[in-house]
Every structure is written in structure tokens, then in C-alpha cells.
């Protein structure tokens, strides 16, 4: 079976660095996938790891430790857009994404 | 471009109706996909279309019945729904975009509810 864990909820400061964490546990791992989802919208694609470390992308970062099943998302100076949920998604397959909950980050001023 | 196009944006029907949600891509994307998505919740795999033939059936009930006229469309056709299939239905396609990635690309979605 799929098990993705992620915190529900979290606050974080304009202009401050927040860290959202995901542990995963799939059968069957290609890659991981971080979407970010406004509230009524649908998902946009943030990052793709497929090998251990970190992958940089402007104020957003993500990185994976395939053997501890362990991926992060890194926001960077945080704008009040940046309020949304983020999910990680484990690809576990050539077409298969399996989603987190996601993290319902808030950014207060 | 990375636009996925889905209609309608909102639906009502009654359990009787039957209607159709449309979804258009023009990326050459080669696979297409449904997902469910209810409030607060993550989009639930529904069903993959993978060079216009269907790969992937999660075990969706059959008044749900997806069809894929060509590459660049992808149907649902709806029949005899229940109120709790009210929810958020998103259209994804995904094809090679660099080495092995597959990156899923979403539509709007149409919120459908269900009376």
C-alpha cells in the first residue's frame, strides 16, 4: 500500500523561510512531485526530485533522501501568495501520482 | 504552454441526468487522467489514458465511464450519480518533458454537485 505523511497545518511570517516535510513509504518509487494547490484551483506543479538532494528553483527548493523515504519543500522569503497547500506526491509509477493530504500553509503579515 | 482546458467549470445535475465532462490538451501529452478531489482532501487517481487506450481503472464505479476520442480529449461521462459524487473533478495530462519525468499537468477542474 501507499502511506504519505505530511503535517496538516502550518504558519509562517511574510518574508520568513518555512520547511514543509513529507515521509512516504510506496510500492513502486520513481520520483517525487511537489504541487501547490490555491484554495477552488487545481494543483500546479512546483518541483520534481528523482535523486537524492537538493533541487533549487528560485524562492522554492525540494529535497529527497530516497533510502529514508524523506523529501522536503523549502519556501523562501514567503509572500502572502504563497498562502495555499502544498502536496507531496510520490510517483509511483510511469503514471501513477499518489497524493499526500497536503500542508495547509497559512502566511500571516 | 501547459494548458489543460476542462468544461464545464460547474455542473448541477439531479441522479437521474446524464451529462458529460470535456477536457482538451494541445501539449502532445501522450497520457491523460481523472482525478476526484472532495473538500480538504488530495485529487484520488480515477482513471489513465495512456496513447488513447485506458491503462488504469481505479476501481471507479461503472456510472462514471470515461472515453478518449483522441489524443487531445478526454471525456467522463456521468449516469445515475449519488450525492456524494459532489466533488472537485480534475483533468491531468503528462508527457516526456525531461529524462524520466512524466510531470502531471492539471486543469481548472469542473465542480460538479450532485442533487
Known amino acids: 500500500g501507499q502511506n504519505i505523511d505530511q503535517p496538516t497545518e502550518m504558519t509562517a511570517t511574510e518574508g520568513a523561510i518555512v520547511q514543509i516535510n513529507c515521509t512516504y513509504q510506496?510500492?513502486?518509487?520513481?520520483?517525487l512531485f511537489w504541487y501547490q494547490q490555491h484554495a477552488g484551483e487545481a494543483p500546479t506543479f512546483l518541483s520534481y526530485?528523482?535523486?537524492?538532494g537538493l533541487e533549487e528553483k528560485g524562492r522554492f527548493s525540494s529535497f529527497l533522501s530516497r533510502s529514508k523515504g524523506y523529501s522536503y519543500l523549502l519556501l523562501k522569503e514567503l509572500q502572502m501568495k504563497d498562502s495555499a497547500s502544498y502536496l507531496c506526491?510520490?510517483?509511483?509509477?510511469?503514471?501513477?501520482?499518489?497524493f499526500g493530504t497536503g500542508t495547509r500553509l497559512t502566511v500571516i503579515p | 504552454d501547459t494548458e489543460v482546458t476542462q468544461t464545464p467549470k460547474h455542473l448541477v445535475m439531479g441522479m437521474t441526468n446524464k451529462k458529460s465532462l470535456k477536457c482538451e490538451q494541445h501539449?502532445?501529452?501522450?497520457?491523460m487522467y481523472w482525478y476526484k478531489q472532495k473538500a480538504k482532501k488530495p485529487p484520488e487517481l480515477m482513471f489513465v489514458y495512456s496513447y488513447e487506450k485506458l491503462s488504469i481503472n481505479e476501481s471507479v464505479p461503472s456510472r462514471f465511464s470515461p472515453e478518449c476520442p483522441n489524443s487531445s480529449l478526454l471525456n467522463l461521462h456521468l449516469h445515475a450519480l449519488q450525492p456524494e459524487d459532489s466533488a472537485l473533478y480534475l483533468c491531468a495530462s503528462s508527457g516526456r518533458t525531461s529524462g524520466n519525468t512524466d510531470t502531471q499537468y492539471f486543469g481548472p477542474g469542473t465542480r460538479l454537485t450532485v442533487l
Open positions: 501539449m502532445g501529452h501522450r497520457a
Open positions: 526530485n528523482v535523486l537524492d
Open positions: 506526491a510520490p510517483q509511483t509509477g510511469a503514471n501513477n501520482l499518489f
Open positions: 510506496t510500492s513502486g518509487f520513481n520520483g
